[in-house]
T-cell receptor, first 110, second 113 residues
């Protein structure tokens, strides 16, 4: 699987939008972009995934650059419960497992 | 909601012991996975299974084995525990398919003394 690069940590204020970036300059044309998050003392949790088009669900939005070399996870209104480590992962069509990097630790300030 | 249950939240064992970590999922998922998570190293895949009695090595299978006799249950076995296997162990399951989300348990923190 191709590699992703994320900032080690980010801070946000409660009720403000958060934009979590991910660079994946070696992405192949068929790799999907997945996001997971891990809250303290829990296992990772699926957030969202996409291929080329922007995606929305009840948890977040995923904005994918036109050249697909980067993407951004958007939390529209951060809450204290969104404080977690966020992982950006690429998955090849023939891959069944994930490769988790160190992720971005998001702190949400009240 | 999918539930992945790991048998223990915390476990303490001694060097040389045979250790069993159990994982059960309740959604009839084909795929099951075992990871370990260590500070600074992220999650690393140990073994995974596509079906009953099938297993595939992940990135770090040495010192581990697995068993999948029933679809809902996936066991990780440390044949002879060593201190470098002290870690957080995470089990996950998913439907078959590259874009099926993985559902994780809350982990077992294993300490080998």
């Amino acid at each position: 699987d191709a590699k992703t690069t994320q900032p080690n940590s980010m801070e946000s204020n409660e009720e403000e939008p958060v934009h979590l970036p991910c660079n994946h300059s070696t992405i192949s044309g068929t790799d999907y972009i997945h996001w997971y998050r891990q809250l303290p003392s829990q296992g990772p949790e699926y957030v969202i995934h996409g291929l080329t088009s922007n995606v929305n669900n009840r948890m977040a939005s995923l904005a994918i650059a036109e050249d697909r070399k980067s993407s951004t996870l958007i939390l529209h209104r951060a809450t204290l419960r969104d404080a977690a480590v966020y992982y950006c992962i690429l998955r090849a069509p023939d891959g069944q497992n994930f490769v988790f990097g160190p992720g971005t630790r998001l702190s949400v300030l009240p | 909601d999918v539930k992945v249950t790991q048998s223990s939240r915390y476990l303490v064992k001694r060097t040389g012991e045979k250790v069993f970590l159990e994982c059960v999922q309740d959604m009839d998922h084909e795929n099951m996975f075992w990871y370990r998570q260590d500070p600074g190293l992220g999650l690393r895949l140990i073994y995974f299974s596509y079906d009953v009695k099938m297993k595939e090595k992940g990135d770090i299978p040495e010192g581990y084995s697995v068993s999948r006799e029933k679809k809902e249950r996936f066991s990780l076995i440390l044949e002879s525990a060593s201190t470098n296997q002290t870690s957080m162990y995470l089990c996950a399951s998913s439907l078959y398919g590259v874009n099926q989300p993985q559902h994780f348990g809350d982990g077992t923190r294993l300490s080998i003394l």
